[in-house]
């Protein structure tokens, strides 16, 4: 199957700085790639979706300048968190869609734990 | 707007015996629905999915799911629990996701 890779793993940060996080899809090209974020024990909340050449779309109630994502190629996607906060510590997963809208499928990245100290 | 509605935040099953975790949606257009597995602090994987091709769907571990449109319902079953079961498992509508079902496995 098609494979999806994020990095970092795991990330630290003081308030105040920010982190970007990188989406990539390593054996074909996605021009569409979603952000998640999930909360301990709890499912997983679209926060975005990220475009190929264009902005993302983001969802209601999430923060445009505080979740900045760039998808300047068809296999790397950024989530950068901005001026991170401890409320901001989450778990961030990408996914990135392969195939025709009625038959395709997601592919999910291995996630990325956020902790803001 | 779609929507999923997983009914049991926690389901706790014996090993050997039946898995059930139950699945609704509500499309206005045709359901393309999957099931994803997650382990802790990983990312998901898929199950199965539907694609209207056929209604009893077979997926990797064992598992299957039935979508039934009368019921608007796409239930994830396995005949016989195995420790290895015990995860988060979500039922999503393409890129919309249910609040998941922790299973437990009892030995």
């Known amino acids: 199957g098609a494979v999806v890779s994020q990095h970092p793993s795991r990330v630290i940060c003081k308030s105040g700085t920010s982190v970007k996080i990188e989406c990539r899809s390593l054996?074909?090209?996605?021009?569409?790639m979603f952000w998640y974020r999930q909360f301990p024990k709890q499912s997983l909340m679209l926060m975005a979706t990220?475009?190929?050449?264009?902005?993302?779309?983001?969802e209601q109630g999430v923060e445009k300048d505080k979740f900045l994502i760039n998808h300047a190629s068809l296999t790397l996607s950024t989530l950068t968190v901005t001026s991170a906060h401890p409320e901001d510590s989450s778990f961030y997963i990408c996914?990135?869609?392969?195939?025709?809208?009625?038959?395709?499928?997601?592919?999910f990245g291995e996630g990325s734990r956020l902790t803001v100290l | 707007a779609q929507s999923v509605t997983q009914l049991g935040s926690h389901v706790s099953v014996s090993e050997g015996a039946l898995v059930l975790l139950r699945c609704n949606y509500s499309?206005?257009?045709?359901?393309?629905l999957f099931w994803y597995v997650q382990y802790p602090n990983q990312g998901l994987q898929l199950l199965l999915k539907?694609?209207?091709?056929?209604?009893l769907v077979k997926g990797i571990n064992g598992f299957e799911a039935e979508f039934k449109k009368s019921e608007t319902s796409f239930h994830l079953t396995k005949p016989s629990a195995h420790m290895s079961d015990a995860a988060e498992y979500f039922c999503?509508?393409?890129?919309?996701f249910g609040s998941g079902t922790r299973l437990s496995i009892r030995p």
């Open positions: 999503a509508a393409k890129i919309i």
């Open positions: 499309s206005s257009v045709p359901p393309y």
């Open positions: 996914s990135a869609f392969l195939g025709t809208p009625n038959t395709g499928e997601l592919f």
């Open positions: 539907y694609t209207s091709a056929a209604t």
């Open positions: 054996d074909f090209q996605a021009t569409t």
């Open positions: 990220s475009n190929e050449g264009s902005k993302a779309t983001y």
